[in-house]
């Protein structure tokens, strides 16, 4: 069943008056935004031994990542290292479930890494995530996909949309160096699913998608190789059906983000622009578009020389590839890496990145709305960083998607922690700049959680 957008529109609405009406909240004075007490979504142990391919003995949660549905709620998955599956759960607007967790990889013979969430319709949502399976060559990996027709309450069996033996999920910098979790997914407004992927080797691939999920297209390369492999890939589809695709470059300590446009559905792209900055390295690629249509990236910077990193934000004229000059997010001398992007239903820019230490240690995260012009002020989410003192996930890479923004000026960031030897953690914490607008000053009671059980 399709709803008319006005309806949608009216639900979307109220979905802020039910968060503004359910849970206190906290303004964030840096920033104007107010966050509402965090959710906890799954706890686990705290033990990672040592890597002995499927048959390691982890027993932790990790890989959380998180979307609006057109329905108003939110769609949650996540990894339990200890069964080798993704989990996924909706909740309400006010944090409660909707329904019980849900498995979709159902194998737990291999892990399961790294999900991503993309939703097509009040009922239609669809996760790709990547399978640890070996097939024969040097490093194991399969991108998986599952989609439920009638809201999360039954997944479909997997598809095995690469079964290939190059690593499927792996995104190279050098030879001893990678991050799982190169992958992307993203639905079109003719309802297309498209997904794009590398592996070790250094190939990018893309499929898509006509007939809701049910079939995709054979991989179809579209860059990378052994000596210039891509990772990081990311996309993004306007109103008009033009597919976006970015992606970062390793093996050279001095490369560029590429992004490239297809009006044909992902058949051909035109030649990529470059866009990074000299004597630095670019990565971790972000695309997501407005409401006048408009192309926005952030990435992150890595100099050569000993300076912190830095998240960088560009913007491209609607249906173009024609970018304005950079803008740095990130303040002098607080590092930051590996940024999330979204825009929420007012067409307005939100960006995340993982806040580190000196050591690279990320250890919570960085919020900052990015306005049409004027000052950029990033400030820290509040319990963002775990108070147990573990690292942020995800613990095999960081190249996840861990931010959603949805109807006025709401969006919802989603962490995950490993302390060893005390346990592990994904967690949501839902933020709004429209009650930090009209409140006008700090509302008390913000300090507490909510348990999804």
Same mark, same amino acid.
Request: charged fraction near 20%; charge should be neutral.
């Given at each position: 069943?399709?709803?008319?957008?006005?309806?949608?529109?009216?639900?979307?609405?109220?979905?802020?008056?039910?968060?503004?009406?359910?849970?206190?909240?906290?303004?964030?004075?840096?920033?104007?935004?107010?966050?509402?007490?965090?959710?906890?979504?799954?706890?686990?142990?705290?033990?990672?031994?040592?890597?002995?391919?499927?048959?390691?003995?982890?027993?932790?949660?990790?890989?959380?990542?998180?979307?609006?549905?057109?329905?108003? /709620?939110?769609?949650?998955?996540?990894?339990?290292?200890?069964?080798?599956?993704?989990?996924?759960?909706?909740?309400?607007?006010?944090?409660?479930?909707?329904?019980?967790?849900?498995?979709?990889?159902?194998?737990?013979?291999?892990?399961?890494?790294?999900?991503?969430?993309?939703?097509?319709?009040?009922?239609?949502?669809?996760?790709?995530?990547?399978?640890?399976?070996?097939?024969? !060559?040097?490093?194991?990996?399969?991108?998986?996909?599952?989609?439920?027709?009638?809201?999360?309450?039954?997944?479909?069996?997997?598809?095995?949309?690469?079964?290939?033996?190059?690593?499927?999920?792996?995104?190279?910098?050098?030879?001893?160096?990678?991050?799982?979790?190169?992958?992307?997914?993203?639905?079109?407004?003719?309802?297309?699913?498209?997904?794009?992927?590398?592996?070790?080797?250094?190939?990018?691939?893309?499929?898509?998608?006509?007939?809701? !999920?049910?079939?995709?297209?054979?991989?179809?390369?579209?860059?990378?190789?052994?000596?210039?492999?891509?990772?990081?890939?990311?996309?993004?589809?306007?109103?008009?059906?033009?597919?976006? /695709?970015?992606?970062?470059?390793?093996?050279?300590?001095?490369?560029?983000?590429?992004?490239?446009?297809?009006?044909?559905?992902?058949?051909?792209?035109?030649?990529?622009?470059?866009?990074?900055?000299?004597?630095?390295?670019?990565?971790?690629?972000?695309?997501? /578009?407005?409401?006048? !249509?408009?192309?926005?990236?952030?990435?992150?910077?890595?100099?050569?020389?000993?300076?912190?990193?830095?998240?960088? =934000?560009?913007?491209?004229?609607?249906?173009?590839?024609?970018? !304005?000059?950079?803008?740095?997010?990130?303040?002098?001398?607080?590092?930051?890496?590996?940024?999330?992007?979204?825009?929420?239903?007012?067409?307005?820019?939100?960006?995340?990145?993982?806040?580190?230490?000196?050591?690279?240690?990320? =250890?919570?995260?960085? =919020?900052?709305?990015?306005?049409?012009?004027?000052?950029?002020?990033?400030?820290?989410?509040?319990?963002?960083?775990?108070?147990?003192?573990?690292?942020?996930?995800?613990?095999?890479?960081?190249?996840?998607?861990?931010?959603?923004?949805?109807?006025?000026? /709401?969006?919802?960031?989603?962490?995950?922690?490993?302390?060893?030897?005390?346990?592990?953690?994904?967690?949501?914490?839902?933020?709004?700049?429209?009650?930090?607008?009209?409140?006008?000053?700090?509302?008390?009671?913000?300090?507490?959680?909510?348990?999804?059980?």
């Amino acid at each position: 069943m399709r709803f008319p957008a006005r309806f949608l529109a009216r639900v979307l609405v109220g979905l802020s008056l039910l968060l503004t009406a359910c849970w206190p909240v906290r303004s964030a004075p840096g920033n104007g935004m107010a966050w509402l007490p965090v959710v906890d979504i799954a706890g686990g142990g705290g033990h990672k031994g040592p890597w002995q391919q499927n048959e390691s003995a982890y027993d932790y949660v990790d890989d959380g990542t998180v979307a609006f549905t057109p329905g108003g /709620l939110l769609a949650v998955a996540w990894v339990d290292q200890r069964a080798k599956d993704v989990r996924f759960r909706l909740l309400g607007p006010d944090g409660s479930p909707q329904g019980p967790v849900r498995d979709v990889s159902r194998s737990p013979a291999t892990f399961s890494w790294h999900p991503r969430l993309a939703t097509s319709g009040p009922d239609r949502l669809y996760v790709l995530w990547q399978e640890i399976i070996f097939s024969g !060559g040097s490093h194991g990996g399969d991108i998986l996909f599952a989609r439920s027709l009638d809201g999360g309450k039954r997944f479909s069996r997997p598809l095995n949309l690469s079964a290939s033996i190059g690593g499927d999920g792996k995104g190279r910098l050098d030879r001893d160096t990678w991050s799982n979790g190169s992958l992307d997914l993203v639905t079109s407004p003719n309802g297309d699913i498209y997904a794009a992927w590398t592996e070790y080797d250094g190939a990018l691939w893309l499929v898509r998608s006509r007939d809701d !999920g049910q079939s995709f297209s054979r991989p179809r390369q579209v860059a990378g190789d052994t000596q210039r492999p891509a990772r990081g890939p990311a996309l993004a589809v306007d109103r008009q059906g033009r597919l976006y /695709l970015a992606w970062a470059v390793g093996e050279e300590s001095d490369a560029d983000i590429h992004v490239a446009v297809s009006g044909d559905g992902g058949a051909s792209f035109g030649d990529p622009v470059r866009i990074g900055s000299p004597g630095a390295r670019a990565d971790a690629p972000r695309l997501a /578009l407005d409401g006048a !249509g408009r192309l926005h990236l952030v990435f992150a910077d890595y100099p050569q020389s000993r300076g912190a990193p830095a998240i960088r =934000h560009v913007r491209a004229d609607s249906g173009t590839l024609r970018f !304005g000059p950079p803008r740095t997010l990130s303040e002098a001398g607080q590092p930051g890496s590996y940024p999330h992007l979204a825009t929420d239903g007012q067409g307005k820019v939100h960006v995340a990145w993982e806040a580190v230490d000196a050591g690279d240690r990320p =250890h919570g995260l960085v =919020h900052a709305p990015v306005p049409e012009n004027g000052e950029i002020r990033p400030a820290p989410v509040p319990h963002s960083a775990d108070p147990a003192g573990g690292r942020n996930g995800s613990q095999q890479g960081l190249l996840g998607k861990k931010l959603a923004a949805g109807p006025d000026g /709401l969006i919802v960031l989603v962490n995950s922690s490993l302390a060893p030897g005390k346990g592990s953690r994904v967690w949501l914490m839902p933020g709004t700049a429209r009650v930090a607008r009209e409140a006008g000053q700090a509302v008390s009671g913000g300090e507490g959680t909510r348990q999804a059980r």
